[in-house]
């Protein structure tokens, strides 16, 4: 057989495939790919991939309104296969199919959802239909460059008319979410505005892991359930995951904690679980008066939150193992000013460790300390965390331990702090879901004052010190 005619055979089989795939998205993934061979040979279309498929095809059929399919699940499920699988599909079976697909941060976007996308359309009998650049799929027939193609677009809250114009009257509109539970309001809302075309198959798909309790994400299965179809996926339900992983984090937090309804459950994490230390265990940690014995022999740690605004205040925490001693509060202290505060509370106290929030004018302050011979520690609320696993930065994973200490500590009794320890909420972000504390600019919106002494104790938890430690100079500078 000739290579001209094997050629042809080979356009004319897969003409047939692709025009009877067009409205059913299985068959064409079962088609697609040569299953249970080299790269698949251990793989298959998983049951609740199949579910979703079939909702699509089943919208199709039906195509009255937009299909709008939202999808929370635990870690580890096959999501980014189904979502690849689906692109595959739109863009193949139908000539002139616009799309954009977008997720959670851009990281995810390109690294994830991209890469997997990258991988499966090599991996399939269109691949010479379509081209996979950094940014988008598109014909390779050059003639259909700009108007056959699915773009990967980061969102920003900044700039959410990059979604606007996703139009294609009387074609077929591609709109996927990929860990949608962090992408806000008002991208929802100018995506959505591609569904007022008439005549036009329009499939808006979102997935994620249910990282909070609030958003258009959530509200896909609350107030809006009615327009949409969901689904939940529990990663122990799912033949690929890695029960090791799961059985660990079920030991570890707990059936009913939120890690695990949001990592294993593709549940929503409860609705009272906003703040990320509750009422009760501040006040129980009020109440209550430890013997000395319990802290005396506990390294001394100095914590300083040095303030950025005129209405903040700058804050000096000191702690002896469970013992929270009275805070120092400051308004109006220019650098020089907190620095020489910060020398008494350190000739006083005699601490083993000073850390210093490096945030705004608190460099100038570590500054002026080291100058002077001083041994403390700056940290960078934005920086790494040591648990990269659970926390997004350094101030998450600091407020974490502290909200754990908090359960056995003894605090004195303080408004300032008992408000600004309740005070910010907490979300599940990132591509594995860490722990991300709000802003203080976005308490600030909410009308709630800056929580500098949560944050000043919060401080006195940024490394594991030893009693050996020395912060006094060596020699008095004066």
Request: proline fraction near 3%; charge should be neutral; glycine fraction near 6%.
């Amino acid at each position: 057989m000739s290579k001209t005619k094997k050629s042809r055979q080979t356009l004319e089989s897969l003409a047939y495939i692709l025009a009877h795939t067009e409205k059913d998205p299985l068959l064409f993934v079962q088609a697609a790919f040569n299953w249970g061979q080299n790269e698949l040979a251990n793989h298959s279309i998983l049951d609740w991939q199949k579910e979703i498929l079939i909702n699509v095809r089943e919208g199709i059929i039906n195509l009255s309104e937009a299909v709008q399919i939202a999808v929370s699940s635990g870690h580890g499920i096959g999501k980014s296969a189904l979502v690849s699988w689906l692109i595959l599909w739109a863009i193949s079976t139908k000539p002139n199919t616009k799309g954009v697909i977008t997720a959670n941060t851009e990281h995810q976007l390109k690294s994830k959802t991209w890469a997997e996308l990258a991988k499966w359309h090599r991996l399939s009998i269109v691949e010479d239909m379509f081209e996979v650049s950094k940014t988008a799929i598109f014909s390779t027939d050059k003639r259909y460059e700009k108007t056959w193609r699915i773009d990967a677009i980061p969102w920003s809250e900044h700039r959410p008319e990059a979604f606007a114009g996703l139009h294609n009257q009387g074609g077929r509109i591609l709109i996927i979410f990929d860990e949608a539970s962090a992408i806000p309001t008002c991208i929802w809302e100018v995506a959505e505005g591609a569904m007022t075309d008439k005549n036009t198959e329009i499939f808006f798909l979102c997935f994620g892991n249910p990282t909070r309790n609030d958003g258009r994400f959530f509200e896909c299965f609350g107030r809006f359930r009615h327009r949409w179809i969901t689904k939940k996926v529990d990663s122990r339900t799912v033949p690929i995951t890695d029960k090791r992983q799961i059985d660990k984090w079920v030991a570890d937090y707990g059936i009913d904690s939120d890690f695990v309804k949001i990592r294993v459950l593709g549940e929503f994490p409860s609705g009272g679980s906003a703040s990320l230390i509750k009422r009760d265990d501040i006040l129980e940690a009020e109440s209550r008066q430890i013997e000395e014995s319990a802290y005396i022999n506990a390294p001394r740690i100095i914590g300083v939150d040095v303030a950025r605004f005129g209405e903040d205040k700058t804050v000096i925490a000191r702690r002896q193992g469970l013992k929270l001693y009275d805070l120092k509060k400051y308004s109006s202290l220019d650098t020089m000013e907190v620095a020489d505060a910060v020398i008494r509370e350190i000739v006083s106290f005699k601490p083993e460790a000073v850390f210093i929030d490096l945030g705004g004018v608190g460099a100038g302050v570590y500054d002026r300390l080291k100058w002077l011979n001083y041994n403390v520690i700056g940290v960078d609320f934005a920086g790494k965390p040591e648990r990269k696993d659970k926390y997004i930065n350094k101030r998450a994973e600091m407020w974490g331990e502290m909200a754990e200490w908090l359960k056995y500590a003894d605090i004195p009794v303080d408004s300032d702090l008992r408000e600004d320890l309740a005070g910010p909420t907490y979300y599940f972000r990132g591509d594995n879901a860490q722990i991300l504390l709000e802003k203080k600019q976005d308490m600030k919106k909410r009308g709630l004052a800056s929580p500098d002494c949560a944050d000043a104790l919060a401080l006195t938890f940024a490394a594991k010190i030893n009693n050996t430690s020395r912060v006094l100079p060596s020699k008095t500078l004066r």
